[in-house]
């Protein structure tokens, strides 16, 4: 039987917070920020000279159904605390795409968080908010800073909340990682955490497996842990390495390109 690993005091302090101080950040650090109270978290990599590079649609066009939730998640996009300009980079509120802004425009006045890479299951089950941390390694800075970059001159295709969002992006940028299955969702922690919850409320075995509220509380809790463990990146079998000058092939969404890829390697290899 394996020994138990102990936890350190900073994996400890993880469980409760990804809080860091802004002069604590490096360039190639994936950051994000919460939005809405909580409901979702806006992500980036910062660059250095208090700069962000982050995937975003307009103000508004977040979700991007053309119904009016559109308009309820809405505060992505970056903009200035004091409401004006931002005397750095102008008014971004309708800018969309892979775009480059200050830290304080990034923020919208949330607070900073660090996204954190290679963490234990252990760690990983424990904070049970997705969209946080990955056990998957991160790339050395100087790679994730040239995928950042590059990106912002040539794009990230076509957003999509459950496919190819910012988390998504910052994610790729990190660990050069795109999902080439079609059928499942993409990099984003919240978007798997999203259908796990989803899948541990209407999964239909749960009544069979126990019976009264806590019992049916405790299953589902750990439906929903194991879906998300499933779904990490750094667990999950569909996910290949693609170099990011690669993705500007790609007019369409970015799994199709991993896709064929990987169809291209199969014909090599037969």
Not at 16 to 24: A, G, H, M, T, V
Not at 26 to 33: A, F, L, M, T, V
Not at 81 to 99: A, K
Not at 226 to 238: A, E, K, P, W
Request: glycine residues 10%; hydrophobic residues 35%; neutral net charge.
């Amino acid at each position: 039987m394996p020994e138990s690993r102990r936890w350190t005091m900073p994996e400890m302090a993880g469980i409760l917070s990804n809080k860091i101080p802004q002069d604590e950040l490096k360039p190639g650090d994936h950051i994000y920020s919460w939005r809405n109270a909580y409901l979702y978290a806006h992500h980036g990599i910062y660059v250095g000279d208090g700069m962000v590079i982050h995937f975003t649609r307009a103000a508004g066009q977040e979700i991007g159904t053309g119904t009016v939730l559109d308009r309820f998640i809405f505060s992505s996009s970056p903009s200035h605390p004091s409401g004006s300009p931002c005397p750095r980079c102008g008014d971004q509120s309708r800018n969309e795409g892979v775009i480059s802004s200050c830290l304080e425009c990034f923020l919208c006045g949330g607070e900073l968080y660090l996204f954190k890479y290679g963490v234990s299951p252990g760690l990983f089950i424990a904070k049970t908010r997705g969209g946080t941390c990955t056990i998957a390694p991160s790339d050395p800075p100087e790679h994730v800073l040239h995928r950042a970059e590059f990106l912002l001159q040539n794009g990230f295709g076509v957003y999509n909340i459950f496919k190819n969002n910012c988390e998504d992006f910052a994610i790729y940028c990190k660990t050069g990682l795109l999902v080439f299955t079609s059928i499942s969702v993409g990099r984003s922690g919240q978007a798997s955490s999203f259908l796990a919850a989803t899948t541990a409320m209407v999964s239909s075995p749960l009544r069979f497996l126990t019976t009264g509220v806590s019992g049916l509380a405790a299953v589902g809790y750990g439906v929903y842990c194991v879906s998300r463990y499933l779904s990490d990146i750094g667990v999950r079998r569909d996910v290949m390495k693609i170099p990011v000058e690669r993705l500007i092939l790609c007019p369409g969404p970015l799994e199709s390109e991993a896709a064929t890829i990987t169809d291209t390697s199969k014909e090599k290899g037969s």
